[in-house]
């Protein structure tokens, strides 16, 4: 996705297919560069990432219920939102049996 980022915007201000599919490239070398150092760090702090992967978990479920469901509860009769809440309880009862 980044790499397609980076061309459509080079090609739209005029530079050719190949120079930006090189630039895509370029761009995406960093990743390849720092994958096995960052794999070598994470595999000394697994107890570091499993906190923070816990941490991003719980700021993406306050996103959802503090921001999502009240301009949901806005804009959408609360038949539908009631029946969606109990769509997502029914899966997520479910997923933890």
């Known amino acids: 996705p980044e790499g397609l980022a980076v ?3 080079l090609v739209a201000k005029g530079t050719s ?5 090189l630039w895509s490239i ?7 560069i720092v994958a096995i150092p960052a794999f070598l760090f994470v595999e000394k702090v697994v107890t570091v990432v499993s906190i923070g992967l816990g941490f991003a978990a719980g700021a ?9 469901l009240r301009e949901a509860l ?10 969606c809440l ?9 997923s933890v049996q």
């Open 7 to 9: 061309s459509l915007s």
């Open 17 to 21: 297919a190949w120079e930006a599919a």
């Open 26 to 32: 370029f761009s995406s070398l960093p990743q390849v």
């Open 60 to 68: 993406m479920l306050f996103v959802t219920f503090n921001e999502l």
């Open 74 to 83: 806005d804009d959408l009769r609360s038949k539908t939102v009631v029946a």
């Open 86 to 94: 109990a769509t997502a309880a029914g899966l997520l009862m479910m």
